[in-house]
């Protein structure tokens, strides 16, 4: 399987002829949006799914399969195949599992939306903005940056559920600075737990 990150929590992932793109949000969409098989979105919130620019990919190609939760459905005029924790369906030749988790708390008063993760193939984990305890992933991509998220949680994480591999999302609202201190710390978390950080830019890929 190809992993190709793309920006802020929006990844891309291919086995053989299938593919599909995970949340892909306001903040820069992919080129290929209309090029994949299916889209699934985690949650509504507009870092995670640009529902004009899925409107626009469907209209290119009405063969997209869209799967999220249910409030996905009531937030765009698309069709939606809706999914739930525990539910699994098949994207060509890829398994995708449902977990669902509660979304990060932002503030006190903030409405938080029902949160999707999504296991690939039993491999390869996107928590969309949560941090599920789920043991034995061998690739886990997770939120490293956001207003409800601290390092602790990160770390806290790691040591629970301790995948193989893990990748950093969820960095689109950090500036160059706040990237490469991020960096540091994941690789020395990774260290520290005995797991490999792949720090993958946007655009770069890796095969597992």
């Not at 507009?46 to 009405?62: E, K």
């Not at 399969?65 to 924790?85: F, K, R, W």
Request: charged content about 25%; glycine content about 8%; hydrophobic content about 40%.
């Amino acid at each position: 399987m190809k992993i190709t990150r793309r920006y802020h929590s929006c990844v891309e992932l291919s086995k053989g002829r299938s593919r599909l793109i995970i949340d892909p949000g306001s903040f820069q969409v992919p080129d290929n949006l209309a090029e994949v098989d299916a889209v699934l979105v985690t949650h509504i919130h507009p870092d995670h799914v640009d529902v004009q620019a899925l409107a626009a990919a469907r209209r290119h190609n009405p063969q997209i399969a869209i799967y999220g939760p249910a409030e996905l459905a009531d937030h765009t005029d698309l069709d939606v195949i809706t999914v739930a924790d525990g539910d699994i369906f098949t994207v060509g030749a890829i398994e995708i599992a449902v977990h669902e988790a509660p979304h990060g708390t932002v503030t006190r008063s903030t409405p938080l939306p029902t949160n999707l993760g999504f296991l690939v193939d039993g491999r390869v984990l996107h928590t969309g903005d949560s941090f599920p305890v789920l043991a034995g992933v061998e690739v886990a991509l997770i939120p490293v940056s956001a207003p409800w998220l601290k390092m602790l949680d990160v770390e806290d994480f790691l040591r629970a559920s301790r995948p193989i591999r893990f990748i950093g999302v969820h960095d689109g609202i950090d500036n160059e600075f706040g990237l490469k201190l991020r960096r540091g710390l994941l690789g020395r978390l990774a260290e520290e737990h005995g797991l490999e950080y792949l720090p993958l830019r946007p655009g770069e890929s890796v095969e597992v």
